[in-house]
């Protein structure tokens, strides 16, 4: 059974950082594409950040430049280290596996003063 744990959420005020990480077990998970996506009150879920198994990445333009999306295969784990946070970040933060219907159940972010 495929699960995706997410951890790391919480609140920030604007300007700070947050470490996301995603614990996944029943995968392969050094040979999957994995991303992270996110869904702000009313809105649609949206890709923030993907890594592919050899490491290459890609980020939404939003997020370039201050978040950055890692792996570590060895600990089959996933991680966003989000920096200089804006109140437009807040939002459930979802670790997915690319190409499958696998979602963890979301971690809450939310950038307030």
């Known amino acids: 059974q495929v699960q995706l744990v997410e951890s790391g959420g919480g609140l920030v005020q604007p300007g700070g950082s947050l470490r996301l990480s995603c614990a996944a077990s029943g995968i392969r998970f050094s040979i999957n594409a994995m991303g992270w996506y996110r869904q702000a009150p009313g809105k649609q879920r949206e890709l923030v950040a993907t890594i592919a198994p050899g490491g290459s990445t890609n980020y939404a333009d939003s997020v370039k430049g201050r978040f950055t999306i890692s792996r570590d295969n060895a600990k089959n784990s996933l991680y966003l280290q989000m920096n200089s946070l804006k109140p437009e970040d807040t939002a459930v933060y979802y670790c997915?596996?690319?190409?499958?219907?696998?979602w963890g159940q979301g971690t809450q972010v939310t950038v307030s003063s």
């Open positions: 997915h596996r690319i190409g499958w219907n696998s």
